[in-house]
């Protein structure tokens, strides 16, 4: 730790009023921030690192309250402020808070107020801690909207926040953080509702601003591949206690809590030794209010020692990082050594299986969503979600549909799924060995195909009834449909035998959805998805909301109940780590389009298609590597599917398109070894994915700079 | 405590120690009865709410007297004070329920009679004391009444008398049957047609929606008192007091399901795009088990806390037809009824305690809006 930290926690608690009860929220934090560094705190759901953000700048709701400790901030007159001493509408307060220490929300969208331009949000914001004039800040304002990238900043000070892309949206938040040149910059999750590659530019912006400005960040995340990029220190916490801090490459390198172990070990990778189950950390983040006594982590740690560990709490041990554990990492390393072996289960990468046939014929299939305008809706304009899509769904394979927001996975999905109608192509379903035209059904005809393929969806809070209980959530399936099972006993035998698969106590189904969490809901949904006995399940984002090492448990539960139940999956998502330790084959999308389709291996480390490079350059994991090359910035945005390009959608962005490109849509083609590239110049571009290893270890894995192959002289890229 | 999923790396080395996490067993239901609770004026309202149906409900028992008991002797007396307290010439002092009776004198220049309270004239009071006769309900003879002068030849007249000597607090406990009921039954018309027509609109959507959208514009953009006015001209005078009652709440139906429709079609239509709704289609459920099954009781605390808030404006609306003397008529009492005997100056100057029923009206609206607010709070997701 630096001598002088610019902010300086010491003992921190903080606990609120729930249902007439007293919870802690935070329990003795202590972490310090350097000066010009970037400390990345780092947790689960219910781990406090909101609630630390809050504390910081006092803009905790009512009903929290500081129990205890310091937080020292070296302000800029060179006096030390213990922002926890004062009321939180204190002066001494507010001329730091928004001035010497601003923030940056994670959903931009509700941050900033949609009634008032940009401009006049800055510009407000530098008013209020500095004497300048009108005109003098409208300067100030401008100069911060240039420094952060802001295209066109002249037009942009007197634009609305929803007139802005995702991205612009939040480069106008920073700005207004840096107005007033903050010593301590806080970003609560600023580029979680980001996609992947706007992230990566968010990512640099930030970095180098902190470079220009010299000024702190405390960056809060669950993200472990963030961390990587950004951190400088590291500050690991759980259950409203910091279980480990220290130096971002000790972290990464030689984590000494387990339940930072845990974590780099459950993330999804994809890297191909990952390819089998993830080691999860077992059961869930226990709620704040039934806090276990001794160490947080003890109800789910491998190391857990009973008589020890709950009963007291943990002592900091030092070291080039401080973990909070009652075991040294010599210690912990041993016991690991002396265990019984773990049961191994399929380490080998699955072999690669016969061909199977296609149980999902998908040939040209577009859905345009028709907006009607003037008088009588003669006039119209189409947002072309989905064009002329076509692929195989294999029997018994998991195939990957990435993309980012807005590129058409989810309507894909939808339609596929029989919601939406077609607006062209056909979709076929083989059932009974035949292969069976499901695009145009009556409501009834599709109620029977819907007992085959089983949707589930991505937020596990909204996707259950509120008002049904689990046991009737996952038998709503039996009870109606061609399915259904009339006889009750057979019925609730049925039942809590998918319950148990998912592995849910069947003793809690009669208990509602708001009394689980996140990942036990997914189970529910996966559940009453399984409960039919489908042969396709379309599963939309399933793991998107919810935590890293829940995440691992979902994505292990799919791939055992895809082995038992010999299911075939179509799974969508944005998180390309994910998609590499679940799919066989990977099909990536670009507004509305397939632009690739390939096995995992083949996609992710030797791309075709210029986006799909793109993607994976952007692509954060959590390992420590300092030394990386400077990463392909893609710039722009996607089109808009009301207004696409003529030709290639992606033409405006790429860095080879040719003239043939920027006029012709080009055709999805085979392009050898069974993969489909939809790209003109598929044959003369050389793309470059990640880089394999050969051993474990530390070696850098990024994405090198695309080359035109024509273009280089070069031969060393 | 789920199951646990194997974990290939790191073997737990120890069998799982510290407390399981607990699930809980309330409903959503119970879930909302306890948010309920904690908003303590909400529950209060509530109160008050049931404490005044009861009171309709059991009125020929409360009530002192009967309500068209005309006392010729005692025109316009004032109110009498409930007393406890009594101290005997001998300075004993006796608890016991009573009241003072009157020593009338007439000022023979104004014309004015004046009652003054006469310590000497104690009326006793009594509970469950036999009085005039009546059937509860219409159909059970009685004649018991929670409160009541002991000796059945005395009164007591808690609110006063009006021009014909009627006792006042009677009326006023009698009218609060119809004027409540009048309320339950025009929402739970409004309920049902809102319900019907709302939600066809939003779960149908298309045309089907459109043409009922200006339909409702249309009812709404008609002034609501001249139609009521109009309306109620209509009903012939010769109609028996029942049948007038219920074709008044015809009337004030006809213009209320409008808000009702309208918020149960925002409902459908935002219900109708949740997942869960969407997921219920997926398992092969069709509309009227997707309506009813899913979609019903996620609005149901909504509705229940909009027809709560909805009631009061039934009631302030027969109060004010009746009051301006289109609504119920005389024999059938209502507070609107009642206060028709406030119409003019000279009554309210000579005897003010004829506006009772107005403040009876005030209560039962701020109760039924408190107790609806509650409800509501309780039923969204999104208020703190």
């Given amino acids: 730790m630096q001598n002088n930290p610019l902010l300086s926690i010491k003992g921190l608690s903080v606990s609120f009023e729930e ?47 500081i129990d205890a400790g310091s937080m020292v901030f070296r302000s800029s007159g060179g006096t030390d402020v213990d922002l926890a001493a004062f009321k939180a509408t204190a002066p001494e307060l507010r001329r730091v808070r928004g001035n010497e220490i601003t923030m940056v929300f994670q959903e931009p969208m509700t941050a900033l107020s949609s009634f008032h331009t940009i401009g006049n949000q800055i510009i407000e914001a530098v008013r209020q801690h500095s004497t300048m004039s009108e005109a003098e800040a409208r300067a100030r304002t401008l100069d911060v909207l240039n420094a952060v990238g802001m295209p066109d900043a002249e037009a942009r000070l007197d634009a609305y926040s929803f007139e802005l892309s995702g991205g612009q949206r939040q480069r106008a938040m920073i700005a207004m953080a840096l107005a007033t040149n903050p010593r301590l910059l ?91 189950r993830l080691p999860v950390i077992p059961g869930t983040v226990p ?12 109800t789910r740690c491998a190391y857990a020692i009973a008589g020890r560990c709950d009963e007291a709490r943990p002592p900091l041990l030092p070291g080039d990082t401080q973990s909070q554990c009652f075991f040294t990492a010599a210690e912990l390393d041993a016991r690991a050594k002396t265990a019984p072996a773990a049961p191994v289960l399929d380490r080998a990468p699955e072999p690669r299986a016969a061909p199977k046939g296609a149980v999902l014929k998908v040939e040209g299939v577009s859905k345009h969503f028709v907006k009607k305008a003037g008088w009588f809706g003669r006039a119209s304009r189409a947002v072309r979600a989905v064009s002329d899509v076509s692929f195989e769904l294999r029997e018994g394979e998991t195939l990957g549909l990435v993309g980012e927001s807005g590129c058409g996975k989810s309507t894909l999905g939808y339609t596929l799924a029989g919601l ?44 259950l009834n509120p008002r049904m209980s689990v046991f009737d ?38 208990r509602y959805p708001h009394a689980f969490s996140g990942g036990q809901r997914q189970r529910i949904g996966i559940a009453r998805a399984l409960a039919p006995n489908p042969k396709i399940i379309v599963a939309d984002e399933p793991v998107s909301a919810l935590d890293v090492s829940v995440q691992a448990q979902i994505l292990n539960l799919f791939r055992d109940l895809q082995r038992e139940f010999s299911l075939t999956y179509l799974f969508v998502s944005h998180d390309l780590n994910v998609v590499s330790n679940i799919a066989g084959r990977v099909a990536v999308m670009y507004a509305g389009r397939i632009v690739e389709i390939a096995d995992t291996a083949q996609i992710y480390y030797a791309p075709r298609h210029p986006y799909s490079a793109a993607l994976l350059s952007a692509v954060l994991t959590p390992e420590y590597q300092p030394g990386r090359p400077p990463r392909q910035r893609l710039r722009g945005q996607p089109p808009n599917p009301a207004n696409l390009p003529p030709g290639c959608a992606f033409a405006p962005r ?44 530390d070696a850098p894995r990024r994405a090198l700079p695309v080359r035109d192959r024509e273009a280089a002289h070069d031969p060393v890229s | 405590m789920t199951a646990d999923i194997q974990n290939a790396a790191l073997p737990p080395l120890t069998a799982p120690i510290g407390p ?15 948010r309920f609770l904690r908003h303590r004026l909400g529950v209060l309202g509530g109160i008050i709410t049931v404490a005044i149906y009861v009171v309709a409900l059991f009125c020929e028992i409360l009530a002192p007297t009967d309500p068209e008991a005309i006392s010729p002797r005692a025109l316009y007396t004032p109110p009498q004070m409930l007393r406890l307290v009594s101290t005997a010439e001998d300075g004993s002092i006796r608890v016991h329920p009573h009241v003072l009776g009157y020593t009338s004198s007439v000022d023979y220049n104004s014309g004015q009679r004046s009652y003054e309270p006469d310590p000497d004239k104690v009326i006793e009071l009594g509970f469950f004391v036999e009085g005039t006769p009546y059937k509860l309900w219409g159909l059970i003879p009685w004649d018991r009444h929670f409160i009541g002068t002991v000796d059945p030849r005395e009164q007591v007249f808690f609110f006063g008398t009006d021009r014909l000597g009627r006792d006042v607090f009677s009326r006023t406990i009698y009218a609060s049957r119809v004027s409540m009921t009048i309320g339950l039954i025009g929402v739970t018309l409004s309920l049902v047609l809102g319900i019907i027509i709302g939600g066809a609109s939003g779960y149908f959507g298309g045309w089907v929606d459109v043409a009922i959208q200006r339909v409702i514009e249309f009812l709404q953009s008609l002034p ?17 007091p029942i049948h007038t009652y219920f074709l008044i709440t015809v009337i004030l139906s006809i213009l209320g399901w409008t808000g009702l429709a309208r918020i149960v079609r925002g409902k459908f239509m935002a219900l109708k795009n949740e997942e869960y709704v969407i997921a219920a289609r997926l398992d092969g459920c069709r509309p009227p088990r997707i309506i009813l099954r899913h979609m019903v009781p996620n609005f149901l605390s909504h509705i229940i806390a909009v027809v709560t808030l909805a009631i009061p404006g039934m009631i302030i609306a027969e109060t004010s037809l009746s009051f301006l003397g289109i609504g119920l008529r005389q024999p059938v009492v209502s507070w609107g009824v009642l206060l028709q005997e406030a119409q003019n100056l000279r009554s309210i100057a000579a005897a003010p305690w004829l506006f009772a029923p107005g403040g009876a009206v005030v209560i039962a609206v701020l109760a039924l809006n408190f107790f609806g607010d509650g409800l509501r709070d309780a039923g969204d997701p999104y208020a703190k």
């Fill in chain 2, 20 to 34: 399981r996490p607990v699930v809980e067993r309330t409903s959503y239901g119970m879930l909302i009865w306890r």
């Fill in chain 2, 224 to 240: 609501s008192i001249p139609l009521w006015i109009g309306l109620a001209a209509a009903i012939p005078a010769s109609m028996s």
């Fill in chain 1, 473 to 510: 959530i996952v038998a709503e399936p039996l009870r109606v449909g061609p399915r259904r099972i009339s006889d009750s006993a057979r019925l609730t035998a049925r039942v809590h035998d998918v319950l148990d698969k998912v592995g849910l106590d069947p003793v809690l189904a009669d």
């Fill in chain 1, 186 to 276: 806080v970003a609560d999750e600023p580029t979680t509702a980001l996609d992947v590659t706007t992230q990566a530019v968010t990512l640099e912006l930030m970095r180098d601003l902190q470079a220009r400005f010299g000024m702190s960040i405390l960056f809060i995340t669950h993200d472990l591949g963030v961390v990587a990029e950004m951190a400088d220190e590291v500050v690991v916490m759980y259950l409203g206690e910091v279980v480990e801090r220290g130096p971002a490459e000790r972290i990464f390198k030689a984590p000494k809590h387990p339940y930072t172990r845990a974590l780099l070990e459950a993330a999804p990778h994809y890297d191909r030794r990952r390819e089998g």
């Fill in chain 1, 19 to 65: 249902n007439g009860k007293r919870v802690q929220a935070l329990n003795t934090v202590s972490f310090d921030i350097p000066e010009g560094k970037t400390v990345c705190l780092v947790g689960e759901s219910g781990c406090g690192k909101s609630v630390t953000a809050r504390s910081i700048l006092r803009i905790l709701d009512s009903n929290a309250d």
């Fill in chain 1, 654 to 697: 790429c860095p080879f398109a040719t003239d043939l490109c920027r006029t012709t849509v080009p055709p999805l083609e085979a392009d050898g070894e069974g993969r489909l590239t939809a790209c003109h110049r598929k044959a003369e571009i050389e793309l470059s994915g990640l880089r394999e290893t050969a051993e474990v270890g």
């Fill in chain 1, 287 to 298: 709620p704040l209010a039934q806090r276990p006594k001794g160490c947080v982590f003890v």
């Fill in chain 1, 420 to 463: 939406h109608e077609t607006t062209g192509g056909r979709i076929r379903l083989r059932r009974d060995g035949r292969l069976d035209d499901i695009t145009h059904l009556t409501e009834d005809e599709r109620r029977k195909v819907w007992q085959d393929m089983r949707m589930v969806f991505q937020d596990p809070f909204a996707s």
